[in-house]
């Protein structure tokens, strides 16, 4: 395997596992690009990833040769479009090591997974036989954090109206990271669901949840964990985290937009009720009733993302190619090299760790009183992408004192000279804005 060059100061490690990233770069037809007649720098990869031909030709391929619906006809068409339908389900399901393939859900995305597992608590409380660990009323908790992205805050405020619950949090510490001082009070006998991010999408943080994991247990709540941008970026383990549910998406991380999935555990998704009725997610149905289907079926309502899911699985295979362990190493060492160059800029404040351990390769900051809307006009005028804004946190950049933030997020193709491209344009937004 080809090693990627490593910068000067950094650690070396013989036993990292490395890949040639001018090659995979190669994969990714828009990284040619030219913006203002600069080279494309895309530093906004938190928002959404590009997607290598690997990806792209399989989803051509599938509408050009194999498109029908699913699970709904004999013919050849129907039983191909089927066929890569389910069989993208099982990749996804060993890429997370989910210990059954009926524990994948589709969704259209993170935030529909989130909503799902949030509206299958309210339909639960409305039932007499609801199953009592989804069952929620007054002097019951929901607890999430004041780092999570607004998808992990709104479903779950809009679950505490609907039902009487009440809405807790843990606060965030100056340095960036969850503050679990208060876990034992926080997490209590009162808790139903404990709803976290795992890896932030503004401050980088990857939580560490074992002792909350712990907690949860110990009070017999269940625990969902936002994995959106911790499953594009390291190896995840469903088995390991412990979690009762997880949730990501796939444009994050190489696929279409168009397709998440929800992870659950297999006993939790066969007690849940539906949330969404119709075609596809039924057992049978008669004028006076209807029955529902197991799981996954019994979520996925409707004609699903049949293309999305199948291009979903491409992705997959071409992460798993590339080797998660390699490029969550190349991130680690991005971040590294990005925080000490980021340190040279004056003026410029990190929100978040600003040390490589606990965090991934997303970086929010602010350029002294330059408004993030500036500065991301400068970088652009120059190639440089980055994100500027609330990021869908707004609560974070409250916490922090500030109305926005200039976000730079790497992946698998970026490289250090693009980290030089951020500076040097960051330096030019200095000049501009004096």
Known sequence: MTTIAIPPGMPQYDDVPRYDVAAVRADFPILGREINGHPLVYLDSANTSHKPRQVLDVLAAHYARHNANVSRSVHTLGTEATEAYEGARAKIARFVNAPSVDEVVF?????????????????????????????????????????????????????????GATLRWFPVTDQGRLDESGLTD??????????????????????????????VREV????????????????????????????????????????????GRGELLAAMPPVFGGG?????????GSTYAP?????????????????????VDYLTGVGMRAIQWHEKEL????????????????????????????????????HPHDVGQVLDSLGVQVRVGHHCARPVCTRFGVPATTRASFYLYTTTEEIDALVAGLEQARKVFG
Not at 140 to 162: F, G, T, Y
Request: aromatic share 6%; glycine share 10%.
């Open 280 to 288: 596809s997610m039924i057992e049978t149905v008669a004028m006076g």
């Open 107 to 163: 969704t259209k995305n993170s935030t529909e997974a989130i909503n799902v597992v949030a509206y299958a608590f309210s339909n639960a409380s409305l039932r007499p036989d609801g199953d009592p660990r989804f069952r929620l009323g007054p002097g019951d908790e929901i607890v999430i954090s004041e780092m999570e992205h607004h998808s992990n805050i709104v479903p779950w405020q809009l679950l505490a109206e609907r039902t």
């Open 335 to 370: 971040t590294a090299y990005a925080l000490d160059a980021l340190a040279t800029v004056p003026g410029l404040r990190i929100f978040g760790p600003e040390v490589p351990v606990g965090r991934g390769g997303t970086i929010s900051f602010a350029l002294g009183d330059v």
């Open 186 to 215: 926080l997490v209590n006998e009162r808790t139903k669901i404990v709803s976290l991010v795992h890896m932030s999408n503004i401050l980088g943080t990857v939580n560490a949840t074992s002792r909350i994991t712990a907690r």
């Open 220 to 263: 017999g709540a269940l625990l969902l964990l936002d994995c959106s941008q911790s499953v594009p970026h390291m190896p995840i383990d469903v088995v390991d985290l412990d979690a009762d549910f997880i949730v990501f998406t796939g444009h994050k991380m190489c696929g279409p937009t168009g397709i998440g999935v929800l992870w």
């Open 295 to 315: 799981p996954p079926a019994r979520f996925e309502a409707g004609t699903p993302p049949i293309a999305e899911a199948v291009a979903l699985g491409a992705a």
